[in-house]
């Protein structure tokens, strides 16, 4: 389709649990882009793909955060134990190149 | 220092008026820019890209100076749907995202 889908639209988590988000890019598209919005504030680069290839992983929080983009699936983004500053709404973007492409509606993750 | 700044606003402005901001950005070697636009925590929607010359998309501006390192945005006869909040975003292979300048068109 000609839409970035995310999946889960919400999703609430206890401190501590682990959150998973899906990511469905365009087809065609082999550049991936994750972010993370804290209300308010600017979007955080997380990380990128070319492909199943981590691209640029320099925002990533490696002792917690971990993503993946697989051939034929969703990318996912998990977060394992997570924290009350996770709270955000993570966006995902996919684009032919290197350029700003399509985002999805994002996931709003909440922290309890 | 960010990446990429901006002025937050919010600029509130009535329907017809013109009104501008400018994003700066820190990294001398970036690709290239972009305005997008953001309604209400909803995904960002790309508005326009930024040449060097400058460019025009109907009532919207853009005007890049590398030297200076800013970027600009200006909307002419601003209507009620210009409301939103304007992301500047710099491509330095990861997008560097600016934290928005808000526009409020009033009736």
């Known amino acids: 389709g000609e839409e970035v889908a995310q999946t889960p639209k919400h999703l609430v988590r206890g401190e501590g649990q682990k959150a998973k988000l899906y990511c469905a890019p365009i087809?065609?598209?082999?550049?991936v882009f994750w972010y993370q919005q804290v209300l308010k504030n600017e979007f955080k680069f997380l990380i990128s793909f070319q492909n199943e290839n981590v691209f640029d992983e320099t925002g990533m929080p490696k002792e917690r955060f971990s993503a993946k983009c697989l051939p034929n699936s969703p990318c996912s983004l998990e977060i394992q134990a997570t924290k009350l500053e996770d709270s955000a709404v993570y966006f995902c973007?996919?684009?032919?190149?290197?350029?700003?492409?399509?985002f999805g509606p994002g996931t709003r993750l909440t922290v309890l | 220092r960010k990446e990429v700044e901006q002025d937050p606003g919010p600029f509130n402005v009535p329907e017809g008026a013109t009104v501008a901001f400018n994003c700066t950005y820190s990294n001398s070697a970036s690709q290239s820019f972009f305005w997008y636009r953001q309604d209400c925590r909803k995904e960002p929607k790309l508005l326009m890209s930024?040449?060097?010359s400058g460019n025009e998309d109907g009532r919207f501006t853009a005007q890049l100076n590398r030297a200076s390192q800013y970027i600009s945005l200006l909307i002419r006869d601003s209507k009620l749907s210009d409301s939103a909040t304007y992301l500047c975003?710099?491509?330095?292979?990861?997008?560097?995202f600016g934290a928005g300048t808000t526009v409020t068109v009033r009736a």
């Open positions: 975003v710099v491509n330095d292979y990861k997008l560097s």
């Open positions: 930024v040449y060097s």
């Open positions: 087809k065609g598209h082999s550049y």
């Open positions: 973007a996919s684009s032919r190149a290197r350029v700003p492409g399509v």
